[in-house]
């Protein structure tokens, strides 16, 4: 690659590995591409808090997607214009109310406060608690605000169910999570796609500049937008098989620095 790129990087699944560790192979090889002059860009369905780590290590200084697109902003630059898209409050208590008999779990949160009915372990890795003031109690009184997400843990019997419920009410929309009982309600348009647009608009970047590495159907949007875009090798999603390269090695074998280290040769 001679000249700069913007690299765009899912996390779970593509940056780290099975076991949430930034390699140090891939942690050098990011270094190289941002010494050359490639910017860095991750983009995850995790809330900032918990991508700041990655991000520091990595020592990036532009932008971050969160929450699949319906944050982005630039902690090392206040000039960078915010993007901001969240869901409206009474569709979400609406949802839930409707719902709370066949729930497992459920987990919404704002910019400060996290909303569940119990704590939740597999989501507490992802939606950490520290710093974040925690609500309890029956949502309509709780929640304030228009949260960025909402995350329902629900028996596969229901899913389609809740899926209508919630598409019924536009723009919103129901994605379920590959591998576990849990789904989230995102809004229509609200991507990981329409971040990297964002953030290519705002950095200057064409299309044949990007590249991009994703192994989940929330990332479709995204490598779709990249002149590069690479499905990680072990990616369970046969959307993303169909449409897109696959890197050599997966996550857990350096995948992601395998295949920009074929790139900086290129």
């Known amino acids: 690659m001679n000249k700069p790129h913007l690299i765009a990087i899912d996390v779970d699944g593509t940056l780290l590995t099975r076991e949430g560790r930034l390699s140090k192979r891939t942690k050098d090889v990011l270094l190289s591409c941002q010494r050359q002059g490639d910017a860095i860009l991750l983009s995850s369905g ?9 991000y520091e290590q990595l020592g990036l200084t532009g932008p971050v997607v969160c929450y699949n697109g319906a944050l982005v902003f630039d902690p090392c630059d206040p000039s960078f214009k915010r993007l901001e898209k969240r869901l409206d409050r009474e569709a979400v208590v609406s949802i839930y109310e409707a ?5 497992m779990g459920f987990m919404c949160e704002s910019e400060t406060s996290i909303y569940i009915d119990h704590p939740n372990d597999y989501l507490g890795r992802f939606f950490p608690y520290e710093g974040m003031k925690i609500e309890k109690g029956p949502l309509s009184r709780t929640l304030k605000d228009n949260p960025f997400t909402a995350i329902f843990e629900v028996k596969e019997r229901d899913g389609e169910r809740l899926r209508e419920a919630i ?11 590959h591998g576990v009982p849990y789904g989230e309600a995102y809004l229509s348009g609200v991507d990981k796609g329409s971040a990297l647009l964002y953030v290519m608009t705002e950095l200057g970047f064409g299309k044949e500049s990007v590249v991009a590495f994703g192994d989940s159907d929330n990332d479709y949007e995204m490598l779709l937008l990249a002149g ?3 499905v990680m090798e072990g990616c369970h999603s046969p959307l993303l098989l169909r449409e897109f390269p696959h890197t ?6 350096d995948g992601l620095a395998l295949a920009l280290e074929d790139l900086l040769d290129a």
């Open 228 to 230: 590069r875009p690479f």
């Open 167 to 177: 598409e019924k009410r536009a723009p919103l929309r129901f994605r379920r999570w």
């Open 248 to 253: 050599k090695k997966g996550n857990d074998q």
């Open 46 to 54: 995790r809330p900032w808090r918990s991508l700041r780590g990655f």
């Open 99 to 103: 719902f709370a008999p066949s729930l």
